[in-house]
T-cell receptor, first 113, second 112 residues
């Protein structure tokens, strides 16, 4: 089955701790994305990567970091510098090109206590 | 940056009613337009997309959308909704670049 997996589904962390969210895809897509979804705010882009070993900041990158060492994987680290990290995080992938749709994972709900 | 507006935040309809959800975007150049749906407990999935050709596009489950360039709009329609259409709907725009811009979403509740 081709798709995107995100783990874990729910994640709890104490304030001040860094946490890494996993995103893996087996769709052979070059482009991968991380979004944050908050009620009433839609999806906001955190980071995206068009190719291995390259990534760009999105609209709300502050307090987050990513890596893209493999085509299949695009982990997101939520650092202690992120002021309001509790949110639903979505990973997506696509074939590069604006007319190609994105495929989304099931999401990770992060709660920082 | 682009902006995408979805003016209907929460819509409640009875089954068999007609649906129209508004979507307006800010960019005046070439755009690719998408509607995604998020059913309760499920992944976001594509309903339909437009990138060229006939401005009236048809998607899955009887949905369609019309691209009106002069109005910067890409409204989603369905002639007769079903209870199973209860979901959150997102409009998204790509300005032929690498980023997608999403609206704030419209929550649709269909009452049986």
């Amino acid at each position: 089955d081709g798709g995107i997996t995100q783990s874990p589904k729910y994640l709890f962390r104490k304030e001040g701790q860094n946490v890494t969210l996993s995103c893996e895809q087996n769709l052979n897509h070059d482009a991968m994305y991380w979004y944050r979804q908050d009620p009433g705010q839609g999806l906001r882009l955190i980071y995206y990567s068009q190719i291995v070993n390259d990534f760009q900041k999105g609209d709300i990158a502050e307090g987050y970091s990513v890596s893209r060492e493999k085509k299949e994987s695009f982990p997101l680290t939520v650092t202690s510098a992120q002021k309001n990290p509790t949110a639903f995080y979505l990973c997506a992938s696509s074939i590069p090109g604006g007319f190609n749709e994105q495929f989304f994972g099931p999401g990770t709900r992060l709660t920082v206590l | 940056a682009q902006s995408v507006s979805q003016h209907n935040h929460h819509v409640i309809l009875s089954e068999a009613a007609s649906l129209e959800l508004g979507c307006n975007y800010s960019y005046g150049g070439t755009v690719n337009l998408f509607w995604y749906v998020q059913y309760p407990g499920q992944h976001l999935q594509l309903l339909l997309k437009y990138f060229s050709g006939d401005p009236l596009v048809k998607g899955i489950k009887g949905f369609e959308a019309e691209f009106i360039k002069s109005k910067f709009s890409f409204n989603l329609r369905k002639p007769s909704v079903q209870w199973s259409d209860t979901a959150e709907y997102f409009c998204a725009v790509n300005d032929a670049g690498n980023q997608f811009y999403f609206g704030t979403g419209t929550s649709l509740t269909v009452i049986p």
